[in-house]
């Protein structure tokens, strides 16, 4: 599976000289848990739920989404296996990761996009397996 068929929806973006309050209402009116810090479309940082929650009650309301953002987010191409996601994000001890075609964001991948559709998986599995095993049950009652 590539990288781009866990895209749910379009990225989230926001300028780096937006408010912390504009960011999170942005959040939390897409119902995303991040945003893309974005300079003419090209991500220069990524600002997450968490980012937040670490700031909060450090400093004055006026905080700057380039106060708290993480510079620099880690990407992938479109058409990268989820395998590397997932290396991605263990090397670099994320939870989120930008999905690229060329130099344009077209999606954010998460951890939990990729356990759901893990769990989807071994659900079909499950069934391709109860499937199989139901008739031998039957046969010995």
Known sequence: ?????????????????????DAVRRMRDADVGSVVVAEKEEPVGILTDRDVALHLGRG??????????????????????????????????????????GFTIVGVVSLDDILMHLGYLMGK?????????APHFAEEL
């Open 60 to 101: 004055p309301d006026g905080w700057l989404v380039e106060d708290v953002m993480t510079p620099t987010p880690v990407s992938i191409p479109a058409e990268a296996d989820v395998e590397l996601c997932l290396d991605r994000m263990e090397e670099h001890g994320i939870r989120r990761i930008l999905i690229m075609e």
């Open 1 to 21: 599976m590539l990288a781009q068929d866990l895209i749910t929806r379009a990225p989230v973006l926001v300028h780096r000289e937006a408010t912390l309050a």
């Open 125 to 133: 599995a499950s069934s391709l397996i109860r499937a199989e095993i």
